[in-house]
């Protein structure tokens, strides 16, 4: 006999008495557990009582001798999954059939990022749901987030084993700014923006499976474009209101150069998992171990984990109070940077800056980025070629969770 399947408690109402059970039904299985469940329980009367069960839909059946007058009796390999209520008097020649719900269909396992080590890749490698280059040999990247396509990004990462940092609050300071400060209000008001059950489930899926490693709450709050309002503390409070919402997924800032260590030194990140630090040349002329060093340093007086990323278009060596092309001379970098700063103009770096500073920071950290896309930049094949370097150095090192130590 089939039945279709039914969820949870299956109310039969009076069975019909029929002959006694055969001492061993047909194509049963043993089902493990009896219950007879009354207002005062009773112990079956027979401690030989056989029940047996059918695979899949399930007829039980209870041989004699049950408790005379019992009103309910309950059937069960584990409480929950084969279970029935029968209603009205057990008899000797009660038969119970009991209809076990199917069990529910297991999913095909979703497609999990495949790379290993420590995940690297540049910001902005996407565009939408498609990468603008590769994605080989990057492992991962950081891209604005948009709250309707945020969640098709998610599951084209997923199937490309790519992990992504995301940026629900991302895109220019005058979107957070009111009369040229920070505004927490229109902070949170964009955040709010993916506080829906549907985004809520996409996040924590691809936290579960490790497509998504992290989450940026603001870029370079020491920057002085972005007016007064910003603190560690009030930047801790930010890591502390988006975890509210997305309670499994690691946040972090990222901080530009040696900002991460200069700025507010005496005040300390609390909710912050992850401090994303942007290498550049200028800092300590150079000297990449002591950077990486002062990095870990102040992330361990923090409490969070450090991740690092290679300024590849303004953070190659620099000649201080220089301007003009002349500034950026090939045989020492990789030609003319985005802009001019207060120091003189920033120049790009070369192929073996990539790979040598890569190789120093990439292990340090929970991942390694590269700022920011550039298809001139990811044209040229000695650059191809070190970011292979850095990624086959990369894909050895053990991989470590981005969230708070």
Request: aromatic content about 8%; charged content about 15%.
């Amino acid at each position: 006999m089939r039945f279709l399947p039914l969820f949870g408690l299956v109310a039969l109402g009076a069975c019909q008495p029929a002959a006694k059970a055969p001492a061993n039904p047909p194509d049963t299985t043993v089902v493990d557990t009896v219950v007879v469940d009354t207002a005062a329980p009773v112990a079956l009367l027979a401690p030989s009582l056989s029940v047996r069960a059918r695979t899949v839909y399930d007829t039980v059946f209870l041989p004699a001798p049950l408790p005379a007058g019992t009103d309910t009796v309950k059937v069960s390999t584990d409480t929950t999954r084969y279970t029935t209520w029968h209603t009205g008097r057990i008899t000797d020649s009660t038969w119970l059939v009991v209809r076990t719900p199917l069990p529910a269909p297991t999913p095909a396992p979703a497609p999990t990022p495949t790379a290993m080590g420590v995940p690297f890749g540049p910001f902005a490698l996407w565009s939408g749901t498609t990468p603008k280059w590769g994605p080989a040999p990057f492992t991962m990247s950081q891209n604005y987030s948009d709250p309707v396509a945020l969640p098709t990004q998610i599951q084209a990462a997923r199937s490309q084993g790519q992990r992504l940092v995301l940026a629900m609050t991302g895109g220019g300071k005058a979107l957070y700014q009111t009369n040229g400060n920070f505004d927490l209000a229109k902070w949170k008001a964009q955040l709010t923006k993916f506080n829906t059950a549907a985004m809520k489930t996409a996040i924590a899926q691809g936290v579960a499976d490790g497509t998504i490693i992290g989450s940026s709450l603001i870029d370079e709050p020491e920057h002085a474009a972005w007016g007064t309002g910003l603190s560690k503390v009030i930047v801790s409070g930010m890591a502390a209101y988006e975890k509210a919402i997305f309670p499994t997924l690691p946040v972090g800032v990222n901080h530009g150069a040696e900002a991460y260590y200069t700025w507010r030194p005496t005040e300390r990140y609390t909710a912050v998992d992850y401090v994303q630090n942007n290498y550049v040349w200028r800092v300590l002329s150079g000297n990449i171990t002591g950077y990486r060093d002062k990095v870990l340093a102040q992330a361990r007086l923090d409490g969070v984990t450090p991740a690092f990323s290679l300024n590849i278009l303004d953070g190659g060596v620099k000649i201080a109070g220089c301007t003009g092309t002349a500034c950026c001379p090939l045989t020492t970098t990789g030609g003319i940077g985005t802009f001019a700063g207060a120091g003189g103009q920033n120049c790009r770096m070369t192929a073996a800056n990539v790979r040598d500073w890569g190789k120093v920071l990439g292990p340090a950290g929970c991942a390694l980025l590269m700022w920011q896309y550039d298809a001139a930049f990811f044209s040229k094949a000695d650059n191809q070629q070190a970011f292979r370097d850095v990624a086959t150095v990369l894909a050895a090192t053990p991989r470590r969770s981005c969230r708070r130590p």
